[in-house]
């Protein structure tokens, strides 16, 4: 009894150990990742490099250079016998010769004989020059002042009388300032018409009148009495009571002009002065009144006396210093 369940015992253990070693070896066989000669690895997707990409240079075309040879003249021969063209175009009467090439010497020339060629009744080719063009500056208009624009702005003939006041309140003017009107004047007087006529008068001690009746215009009267103007002080006496503005303006109604120039100060040489509500009444029958003064402000008695009558007269005023003369 004893040896069977020994026999038993051993077969029991060694069923197990059977089946242990089969299980460990299919244990192995389905996990591979416990298999020590197993590698773990993690795939990743591969970006690939940016190429760029280089355009193909275009071939460069060969271009062949035209070159000329300016050292020797083009030379036309002409064999016709065509007679002369209404050109001038002369066809040679025969064909030029040429030497034969039958010489061994190379620094003599080789080419055609001179021949002379008779011309009859050919006509002259002339020289021409040619001159570049130069475009001519157009005419510029000449600047006009604000005097021959108030004459311009009056229409048909016009009468004008220019005044110049040189009594004693303007013999401390600067020479400058009264050169400057009579140049404006003056310049007035190129743009006159020829229906137009004109006179000058200035006053000081002395009422000085240029001419006894309006002048014409013509390019005579103009220079003459431009001249007049440019030395008009050395015209007049200083010495003496002065004439009154006002008074003059009454001498110069007399003549029925159209416009009055008049340049002056405005200040009245009368011991009790004028009425000033009754100023314009010296504007009558002297047309419009284009007053100009120099060294003074608009509020200053004597620029308000020559507004006044420029104003009563349909005239203007003109501070030639405080504007520009255009």
């Known amino acids: 009894m004893k040896s069977k369940s020994s026999k038993a015992l051993l077969i029991s253990v060694l069923l197990h150990v059977g089946v242990g070693v089969l299980g460990l070896f299919y244990w ?3 996990h591979p990742q416990r298999d020590a000669a197993s590698i773990n690895a993690m795939f990743i997707t591969e970006e690939k490099p940016k190429v760029r990409r280089i355009p193909r240079r275009k071939r460069v075309q060969a271009t062949q250079k035209r070159t000329r040879d300016v050292s020797q003249p083009r030379l036309k021969i002409l064999t016709s016998n065509q007679p002369p063209s209404r050109r001038g175009v002369v066809s040679a ?7 034969p090439f039958d010489t061994n010497d190379l620094s003599e020339s080789v080419g055609p004989t001179s021949t002379s060629v008779e011309l009859d009744n050919v006509p002259r080719v002339q020289k021409v020059i040619e001159r570049p063009f130069k475009k001519r500056p157009k005419n510029k208009e000449r600047p006009k002042s604000r005097l021959v624009r108030f004459i311009e702005a009056q229409e048909g ?10 009594s004693t309140s303007m013999q401390n003017l600067p020479p400058r300032k009264l050169k400057r009107i009579i ?8 743009f006159l018409e020829p229906h ?10 002395e009422l000085v009148v240029y001419q006894g009746d309006f002048a014409p215009v013509t390019e005579q009267t103009v220079a003459a009495s ?21 008074t003059a303006l009454t001498e110069i109604a007399k003549t029925s002009p159209t416009i009055v120039v008049l340049f002056s100060d405005g200040i009245p040489t009368t011991i009790e002065g004028p009425d000033l509500t009754r100023v314009g ?28 009558l420029a104003t009563v007269s349909e005239g203007d005023l003109w501070l030639v210093d405080r504007a520009r003369i255009r």
């Open 183 to 190: 140049d404006l004047m003056r310049d007035s007087l190129t």
């Open 93 to 99: 009467a025969e064909p030029a010769p040429f030497q």
């Open 281 to 308: 009444e010296h504007a009558t029958g002297n047309g419009r009144i284009f007053a100009m003064g120099t060294g003074m402000a608009p509020n200053f008695p004597g620029a308000v006396m020559l507004k006044r």
């Open 226 to 246: 431009s001249n007049y103007l440019a030395d008009i002080q050395s015209q007049i006496h200083t010495k003496g009571t002065d004439h009154d503005m006002l």
């Open 157 to 166: 003939p016009q009468r004008i009388v220019y005044c110049v006041d040189l």
């Open 196 to 205: 137009d006529s004109f006179n000058i008068m200035a006053f000081s001690a």
């Open 28 to 30: 192995f066989g389905t």
